[in-house]
């Protein structure tokens, strides 16, 4: 049935096919040139209005295309210009376009389906883009970082400064509570793995109980492989009404990035060279003891370290010792491009080198990409994009531990008057803890190495040309492949290794992910006139997706040997998750009264074995609609209303169908299977996402200024929760599907050119975002998700009609001395902006970009920590007070000593408003006039030079190291707790480009 | 390369390639086995040998599974029975909750002890549904299994009903996840254990010569399927005498490997190891020996201490917390290896002392009685005790001493005689409680006010 369904719609789409182009008669030739100072400008389509048929201009800008005889229209069009229309009589023979730039974008063209693709200006979702222009302002580690502030809609919060990844987008909102919580990223029509596999540091921190890794190992995300450099544009589908054509995984939003093809015409190269340093750019302080208050807290011991008077001998700045340095970093990065009418080529490769501001931290990434594009003949293109990545993070040893090993764990235990640096090579124990941080930053190692392939081939066939109607083939098969190992030695002679029963330890952890893409795609266009057009589009999606995690903990390093087998105590685990997925969808896009109405209607089926039945298929519709108001007023020139519905699944986590043994234990030598407490649900399905938005777009003061408006609600339903069962089944919890949660949200973004003069453009853009994510239904009892589980320590606790990221604490206690718990802060943001400025002047452009987060909170148990041990800055009881105050009475100018006494009793004081202004990013450019150009060797055709910075200024009432911060890594509730972070650092890069 | 266009006819093939990809992924099979554990429904539904050899070994496994943790059987029976105490600093609970109350029915206290129970049941009932279906099992493996099974599902169902005594339990717990079972009385829950324990010696007695599975050092010398039946019998003597079934306990301890000339160690253990083979942690220095232990002690003739009292405790530096102190602890369990009885003829012999005595054998339990304070403490002997409450009080001192911190005697034995009061207090705030509640997940379970019992 289902078969002979598709088939229709193929034989449907076949005979809608047109009838052949018309003749051609004569030639036309001319020229595409940029309005602001004229340059020519290489590979713009020029084509015959209203139809497919056109041609590339070459280096010079010059192009000659047939036309049929009698009066014709041409149309000029290039990427980040205005496209233009312009009639050539019958009797005349040359042309010439000059295009003006198109700051707002409206040109630019929008990924709305699997393989189609409408034009910003009649765009029906609110799709925010990200050019990659944009991304490579000023340098950022990874590409989720060089996002963070540019897309409204999104929270892209970084999880500490540890070199390389661990970055959270959290796209409108909380989407889930327990299942996954990240976008889909997909590459050049590849879904890619944006897996973060913990390092297993937890074998040596003890975060928690045993050997095994733990979310709080502070995992990098693989998307940070990526090279920034390659990045043609970023498109974000935020929700459901953008996203339901890709089906049960799309829930969180999906990410598409283009990276750059060859144009036609002569070889361009494309140097980069930058030259920077990064620097600790906050650190919390500890508290100035003097004797009597050193040995009260830390004990008759501490007298040592005072003079007579009863002043400290010496003090240091224990955290910049730590975060001691201002590493050089180097990038080197290169491509190639070009092409023929046939062929078209891209090849890249990047070197790049971050030390870390710690010891024995930093980034390095390698890059090689080779995109080419081949015509077979006139009717089939096939391509092939191929990427290897090699990126090392070496990450320190931080975030929560047990074991007082983790650097800020320690130094918030570590007084400012002992010495812990090396004499003669040699470290010191740290007397007053059981770990020195600097002897473990510079004898331990916590390393991660990633190998990764992500490779393409598509095959475009243009099955049916015709003036009117146009059918196209379009199949995409690709693999990513990354293999990531996790080397931690942590060597015997280290102060905490030196007392363990079993010194030194050694892990080795390699994880390995295939993720399988092939799709097919056929898309049929026709547009019997200009003002209409129906894009019919239908086609199959098959993913396999295959993680294979293992693990070898081995202590008592005999020798300090690294080797997993050097030492007699070896731990072992393994993880494998793998999943397939099956998807069809159609789609049905109309383009119409003059490109003024776009309606558009689709739906994808999809099966997965993640689902109790593999073989059932969900379906996810959408449907939109837009319509543009030309110049309605003077002032308006265009006012774009636009709706629009869809529905995406999150996927159940791969497991959850099943109720399994464990294999795990053994009893005197024999290995035995025991019932594990939580049963999977054998009919668990997908959650469902709804969402419906709406907004409008306006085009003001003859384009030189626009307002984009959304507003959206999103339900998720079926959410997948944990029931309590009666523990006499014998186990405890079942996955099951339940639940209402919904996101109501409001996004704002102004561009505008106020300047827009030969000599003088000042370009501007302020994006708003606002979101309010709210538990409408809980078939379970409130429960409390992530954090440490204490309400002594808040906790994020899912309630029925509460935020879903609320966080309860304590505050008091009641008649019977029980504490009273409520909530007292919620993690998610009130609102975020981002402001963007460029002033371009004459060859100087200045661009900064400032990213503002009003609210949010953030439970700074590091706070804690330097408390419990009387080390924080303002530990001390303020002048005039002679003993604690309750937190209450005392709050916000809490000294640690009321903070800490309030413990237990209280939590607002450990609960803090997360609010900050950041300066994400400062370029300043100068563009290299042709004089200076006409005096470098070789044929230099232009140059920049670019000081630029990343995050060099944070303005907050924070009190921990960054209010970026998240001790769990990603988490879509729990996220937001603050436990001896790695510290944050600013950069400055100096970059010079050349063009050849 | 020639600018030769496609001819129409290859693409209508591409289209018609296109369509049969479609339909040939749609109909593809695109499952995915669990890779990580085997899966519970293998085991029910398409059984192998292999697998029930597993599980058996998991019911071994399960056993021994929240035996000595802090929160496990010993540990908290020892508290409430006034044998230990857990005095550890960053959790006051042992003190806070167990010792001055209230128990709730809630948490790793009020609600222990029970989950891992009814787990081990779980893979019990599994394991008898796998071997109705199991192909390439001989069916005297098959009933050597079953009454194995059978017999460690009753030591769970025992080990609950101890702790939740007369509030009941559930037993006809093999039902689907979303259905619970009816909680059953105290006389219900030992009245199946008893049939457990009777089915499953018919069973062994059918078993063969040896298990097609690996049993522990623990049951040395129990370990076919014929002298696994000893060690079902003494569990069965056990109920005899925790419900008064005397006579019948007489003939069970005939039945089991009870033996006064032997070794009075002998018996059943539970094993503990290291890595996958979870370790004693009885051997926690926050675990304290009740003084009361020592000064409630005998002298020996010679006027030393019992010899139970010297061997099993030590004193050490003491400890005084949340109203509380001691300077005792046990030394019954040296390592994170050691071996935790199940049951062992020492008992056996008490068994046999209260079953003699209440059967109307006087001498006989006097002599069993004697037995364990010569051998086992090195005390002189004793004249018949002139009264039943009199042979109550030489008995429970006998066990009390004997059964020390080996699984909740002190507290079940008191309860059993209404002597919970003989339990001493060490505040006046202090409580003494006759048995834990039923966890509250199973009242709401079964929208029952809280707290519910049978």
């Known amino acids: 049935m289902r078969k002979r369904t598709r088939l229709f719609v193929l034989a449907a789409a076949l005979a809608l096919t047109g009838v052949p182009a018309a003749a051609q008669q004569r030639e036309i030739s001319g020229t595409v040139t940029a309005a602001q100072g004229g340059q020519p400008l290489a590979g713009a389509r020029v084509?015959?209005?209203?139809?497919?048929?056109?041609?590339?201009?070459?280096?010079?800008?010059?192009?000659?295309?047939?036309?049929?005889?009698?009066?014709?229209?041409?149309?000029?069009?290039?990427?980040?210009?205005?496209?233009?229309?312009?009639?050539?009589?019958?009797?005349?023979?040359?042309?010439?376009?000059?295009?003006?730039?198109?700051?707002?974008?409206?040109?630019?063209?929008?990924?709305?389906?699997?393989?189609?693709?409408?034009?910003?200006?009649?765009?029906?979702?609110?799709?925010?883009?990200?050019?990659?222009?944009?991304?490579?302002?000023?340098?950022?580690?990874?590409?989720?970082?060089?996002?963070?502030?540019?897309?409204?809609?999104?929270?892209?919060?970084?999880?500490?400064?540890?070199?390389?990844?661990?970055?959270?987008?959290?796209?409108?909102?909380?989407?889930?509570?327990?299942?996954?919580?990240?976008?889909?990223?997909?590459?050049?029509?590849?879904?890619?793995?944006?897996?973060?596999?913990?390092?297993?540091?937890?074998?040596?921190?003890?975060?928690?109980?045993?050997?095994?890794?733990?979310?709080?190992?502070?995992?990098?995300?693989?998307?940070?492989?990526?090279?920034?450099?390659?990045?043609?544009?970023?498109?974000?589908?935020?929700?459901?009404?953008?996203?339901?054509?890709?089906?049960?995984?799309?829930?969180?939003?999906?990410?598409?990035?283009?990276?750059?093809?060859?144009?036609?015409?002569?070889?361009?190269?494309?140097?980069?060279?930058?030259?920077?340093?990064?620097?600790?750019?906050?650190?919390?302080?500890?508290?100035?003891?003097?004797?009597?208050?050193?040995?009260?807290?830390?004990?008759?011991?501490?007298?040592?370290?005072?003079?007579?008077?009863?002043?400290?001998?010496?003090?240091?700045?224990?955290?910049?010792?730590?975060?001691?340095?201002?590493?050089?970093?180097?990038?080197?990065?290169?491509?190639?491009?070009?092409?023929?009418?046939?062929?078209?080529?891209?090849?890249?490769?990047?070197?790049?080198?971050?030390?870390?501001?710690?010891?024995?931290?930093?980034?390095?990434?390698?890059?090689?990409?080779?995109?080419?594009?081949?015509?077979?003949?006139?009717?089939?293109?096939?391509?092939?994009?191929?990427?290897?990545?090699?990126?090392?993070?070496?990450?320190?040893?931080?975030?929560?531990?047990?074991?007082?090993?983790?650097?800020?764990?320690?130094?918030?235990?570590?007084?400012?008057?002992?010495?812990?640096?090396?004499?003669?090579?040699?470290?010191?124990?740290?007397?007053?803890?059981?770990?020195?941080?600097?002897?473990?930053?510079?004898?331990?190692?916590?390393?991660?190495?990633?190998?990764?392939?992500?490779?393409?081939?598509?095959?475009?066939?243009?099955?049916?040309?015709?003036?009117?109607?146009?059918?196209?083939?379009?199949?995409?098969?690709?693999?990513?492949?990354?293999?990531?190992?996790?080397?931690?030695?942590?060597?015997?002679?280290?102060?905490?290794?030196?007392?363990?029963?079993?010194?030194?330890?050694?892990?080795?952890?390699?994880?390995?992910?295939?993720?399988?893409?092939?799709?097919?795609?056929?898309?049929?266009?026709?547009?019997?006139?200009?003002?209409?057009?129906?894009?019919?589009?239908?086609?199959?999606?098959?993913?396999?997706?295959?993680?294979?995690?293992?693990?070898?903990?081995?202590?008592?390093?005999?020798?300090?040997?690294?080797?997993?087998?050097?030492?007699?105590?070896?731990?072992?685990f393994q993880n494998r998750a793998r999943v397939r997925d099956f998807g069809v969808y159609a789609q049905e896009e109309v383009l119409a009264l003059e490109s003024r109405l776009l309606l558009t209607a689709g739906v994808r089926a999809d099966r997965s074995s993640a689902n109790g039945d593999p073989d059932h298929y969900f379906f996810y519709p959408k449907a939109a609609a837009s319509y543009r108001f030309p110049d309605l007023a003077g002032w308006l020139d265009d006012l774009k209303l636009r709706a629009a519905y869809g529905e995406t699944g999150n996927q159940p986590l791969y497991g959850q169908k099943f109720t399994t043994l464990d294999a795990t234990q053994s009893i005197a030598g024999n290995g035995g299977v025991v019932i594990q407490g939580v049963a999977g649900s054998a009919d668990i399905k997908p959650e469902r996402q709804r969402e419906l938005e709406a907004g409008f777009d306006a085009t003001l003061l003859d384009g030189r200024a626009q307002l984009e408006a959304t507003v959206y609600e999103k339900r998720i339903t079926d959410m997948l929760l944990q029931r309590t069962l009666a523990g006499s089944t014998g186990f405890l919890t079942q996955i099951f599907n339940g639940g209402e949660l919904r996101n109501r949200g409001l996004e704002l973004a102004l561009s505008a050119t106020p300047l827009d003069r030969a000599d003088l453009q000042w370009t501007t853009r302020t994006t708003f975002y606002t979101n309010k994510a709210t538990i409408e239904s809980l078939p379970v009892p409130s429960f409390i998700t992530g954090a440490f589980g204490s309400t002594a320590l808040g906790v994020f606790q899912v309630q029925e009609g509460r935020s879903a990221t609320q966080i309860v604490g304590r505050n008091g206690r009641d008649a019977a001395n029980a504490p009273i718990e409520e909530q007292l802060g919620d993690a998610t943001p009130q609102w975020k902006m981002g402001f963007s400025n460029e002033l371009r002047f004459g060859a100087l452009s200045l661009y900064g970009l400032v990213d503002w987060q009003h609210g949010g909170d953030v439970i700074n148990l590091t706070r804690l920590l330097y408390d419990a041990v009387g080390n924080s800055p303002d530990f001390a009881l303020p002048a005039g007070i002679s003993s604690p105050r309750a937190v209450p009475d005392c709050m916000p100018n809490c000294s640690g000593l009321e903070r800490v006494s309030g413990f237990g009793t209280y939590t607002q004081q450990y609960i803090e408003d997360a609010s900050y202004v950041k300066l994400r990013e400062v370029a300043l450019s100068w563009t290299l006039p042709r004089s200076v150009l006409a005096r470098m060797p070789g044929r230099v055709q232009d140059g920049r030079i670019t000081l630029s910075g990343r995050n060099l200024v944070t303005w907050t009432d924070y009190t921990g190291l960054d209010p970026e911060v998240s001790n769990f890594g990603n988490q879509q509730i729990a996220r937001n707790v603050d436990v001896a972070p790695f510290p944050p650092s600013r950069s400055f890069w100096l970059t010079i480009n050349l063009g050849l | 390369?020639?600018?030769?266009?496609?001819?129409?006819?290859?693409?209508?093939?591409?289209?018609?390639?296109?369509?049969?990809?479609?339909?040939?992924?749609?109909?593809?099979?695109?499952?995915?086995?669990?890779?990580?554990?085997?899966?519970?429904?293998?085991?029910?539904?398409?059984?192998?040998?292999?697998?029930?050899?597993?599980?058996?070994?998991?019911?071994?496994?399960?056993?021994?599974?929240?035996?000595?943790?802090?929160?496990?059987?010993?540990?908290?029976?020892?508290?409430?029975?006034?044998?230990?105490?857990?005095?550890?600093?960053?959790?006051?609970?042992?003190?806070?909750?167990?010792?001055?109350?209230?128990?709730?029915?809630?948490?790793?206290?009020?609600?222990?002890?029970?989950?891992?129970?009814?787990?081990?049941?779980?893979?019990?009932?599994?394991?008898?549904?796998?071997?109705?279906?199991?192909?390439?099992?001989?069916?005297?493996?098959?009933?050597?299994?079953?009454?194995?099974?059978?017999?460690?599902?009753?030591?769970?169902?025992?080990?609950?009903?101890?702790?939740?005594?007369?509030?009941?339990?559930?037993?006809?717990?093999?039902?689907?996840?979303?259905?619970?079972?009816?909680?059953?009385?105290?006389?219900?829950?030992?009245?199946?254990?008893?049939?457990?324990?009777?089915?499953?010696?018919?069973?062994?007695?059918?078993?063969?010569?040896?298990?097609?599975?690996?049993?522990?050092?623990?049951?040395?010398?129990?370990?076919?399927?014929?002298?696994?039946?000893?060690?079902?019998?003494?569990?069965?003597?056990?109920?005899?005498?925790?419900?008064?079934?005397?006579?019948?306990?007489?003939?069970?301890?005939?039945?089991?490997?009870?033996?006064?000339?032997?070794?009075?160690?002998?018996?059943?253990?539970?094993?503990?190891?290291?890595?996958?083979?979870?370790?004693?942690?009885?051997?926690?220095?926050?675990?304290?020996?009740?003084p009361a232990l020592e000064t409630d002690a005998e002298h020996k003739p010679d006027a030393t201490l019992d010899n139970r009292v010297l061997t099993k405790l030590v004193h050490v530096t003491p400890r005084s917390f949340s109203g509380v102190t001691s300077d005792l602890q046990f030394t019954l369990y040296p390592s994170n290896t050691s071996p935790v009885p199940i049951i062992r003829n020492e008992e056996l012999i008490l068994l046999r002392a209260e079953a003699r005595w209440f059967t109307g054998d006087k001498p006989g339990a006097t002599a069993d009685l004697n037995l364990i304070r010569t051998t086992a403490g090195g005390l002189a002997a004793i004249a018949q005790p002139a009264s039943d409450a009199a042979f109550i009080t030489e008995l429970l001192k006998q066990r009390r001493y004997s059964l020390m911190f080996e699984g909740g005697h002190r507290w079940i034995d008191a309860r059993r005689f209404n002597r919970l009061s003989d339990l001493p207090l060490d505040q006046p705030t202090h409580i003494r409680i006759p048995a834990f509640q039923i966890p509250l997940s199973e009242c709401q379970a079964r929208n029952l006010d809280s707290p519910c019992h049978a």
């Open chain 1, 47 to 572: 084509t015959l209005a209203g139809t497919s048929r056109g041609v590339n201009t070459g280096p010079d800008g010059s192009f000659r295309i047939g036309a049929p005889a009698g009066d014709v229209r041409l149309r000029a069009a290039l990427l980040g210009y205005v496209a233009a229309e312009q009639s050539v009589p019958a009797g005349q023979g040359t042309v010439a376009f000059r295009l003006a730039t198109d700051a707002l974008r409206l040109e630019q063209v929008v990924v709305t389906g699997q393989a189609t693709s409408v034009a910003r200006r009649n765009l029906a979702n609110g799709v925010s883009t990200v050019s990659g222009e944009d991304v490579q302002r000023a340098p950022a580690q990874t590409v989720d970082k060089a996002l963070q502030g540019k897309i409204p809609g999104a929270v892209i919060s970084t999880n500490s400064g540890a070199p390389g990844g661990g970055v959270q987008i959290n796209m409108r909102g909380t989407n889930t509570i327990n299942a996954s919580s990240d976008p889909l990223w997909v590459i050049d029509g590849v879904v890619v793995s944006d897996a973060r596999i913990p390092s297993g540091q937890n074998a040596i921190t003890k975060a928690v109980t045993g050997d095994n890794a733990s979310v709080q190992d502070a995992p990098t995300n693989r998307i940070s492989d990526l090279n920034p450099e390659d990045i043609a544009s970023v498109e974000v589908l935020k929700g459901a009404s953008a996203a339901a054509i890709y089906g049960s995984r799309a829930a969180n939003g999906v990410i598409i990035v283009t990276t750059r093809r060859g144009r036609e015409g002569r070889p361009r190269v494309s140097l980069t060279q930058r030259a920077g340093f990064s620097e600790v750019s906050n650190t919390l302080g500890s508290r100035s003891f003097d004797r009597t208050s050193a040995v009260a807290a830390f004990g008759p011991a501490a007298g040592a370290f005072f003079d007579a008077s009863g002043q400290p001998i010496q003090t240091f700045d224990q955290e910049r010792l730590l975060a001691h340095r201002k590493p050089v970093a180097l990038e080197t990065s290169a491509s190639v491009s070009g092409g023929t009418a046939a062929t078209r080529y891209y090849m890249s490769g990047l070197v790049q080198d971050e030390p870390g501001i710690i010891d024995n931290t930093g980034f390095q990434k390698q890059s090689v990409r080779l995109n080419v594009e081949q015509r077979l003949g006139e009717r089939v293109e096939v391509s092939l994009t191929s990427n290897v990545l090699h990126t090392v993070a070496d990450r320190g040893l931080t975030n929560n531990d047990n074991a007082a090993v983790s650097y800020y764990m320690v130094l918030s235990g570590t007084p400012s008057f002992v010495d812990l640096r090396a004499q003669n090579g040699v470290f010191p124990n740290n007397p007053l803890g059981a770990s020195n941080p600097l002897q473990t930053a510079a004898l331990g190692k916590n390393d991660e190495n990633v190998w990764r392939i992500i490779s393409a081939g598509t095959l475009n066939v243009d099955l049916r040309r015709g003036e009117h109607a146009s059918l196209r083939l379009i199949g995409i098969g690709g693999a990513d492949y990354f293999n990531q190992d996790n080397g931690l030695l942590f060597p015997p002679e280290l102060q905490f290794m030196a007392v363990d029963p079993q010194p030194g330890a050694s892990l080795l952890a390699n994880s390995h992910n295939l993720n399988l893409n092939l799709n097919a795609n056929l898309v049929h266009a026709w547009n019997p006139h200009a003002g209409l057009t129906a894009t019919t589009s239908t086609g199959f999606q098959f993913e396999d997706r295959d993680l294979n995690i293992h693990r070898v903990v081995t202590r008592d390093l005999v020798a300090g040997q690294g080797n997993i087998n050097s030492g007699p105590s070896s731990t072992i």
């Open chain 2, 1 to 290: 390369m020639t600018n030769r266009p496609f001819p129409v006819l290859r693409a209508r093939a591409a289209a018609a390639g296109l369509a049969a990809a479609l339909a040939l992924g749609a109909c593809g099979d695109i499952d995915i086995p669990e890779y990580d554990n085997p899966s519970i429904e293998q085991l029910q539904g398409s059984p192998t040998p292999a697998g029930i050899r597993a599980a058996a070994v998991g019911l071994l496994i399960g056993a021994k599974t929240d035996m000595t943790n802090r929160t496990g059987y010993v540990s908290m029976l020892g508290i409430v029975g006034r044998e230990s105490y857990t005095l550890d600093v960053s959790d006051p609970r042992y003190v806070s909750e167990l010792l001055v109350g209230p128990v709730t029915n809630s948490g790793a206290f009020g609600a222990g002890m029970w989950n891992p129970r009814y787990a081990n049941v779980r893979l019990g009932n599994i394991i008898l549904h796998a071997l109705d279906a199991v192909a390439g099992m001989t069916p005297a493996e098959k009933s050597a299994v079953r009454g194995f099974t059978k017999t460690m599902q009753a030591l769970d169902l025992l080990l609950v009903i101890n702790t939740r005594d007369a509030n009941g339990a559930p037993i006809d717990v093999d039902t689907p996840l979303d259905q619970v079972a009816p909680i059953s009385t105290r006389a219900a829950v030992f009245a199946r254990i008893v049939q457990l324990l009777d089915e499953g010696r018919t069973d062994l007695a059918a078993g063969g010569a040896s298990f097609p599975f690996p049993l522990t050092p623990g049951f040395a010398g129990l370990d076919t399927p014929a002298s696994f039946i000893k060690f079902n019998r003494a569990l069965r003597a056990r109920v005899d005498a925790y419900t008064g079934q005397y006579a019948a306990a007489l003939n069970d301890l005939s039945q089991s490997f009870l033996n006064p000339a032997g070794s009075l160690a002998a018996g059943a253990y539970n094993v503990y190891g290291s890595g996958s083979d979870a370790p004693n942690e009885l051997s926690n220095p926050v675990i304290y020996a009740h």
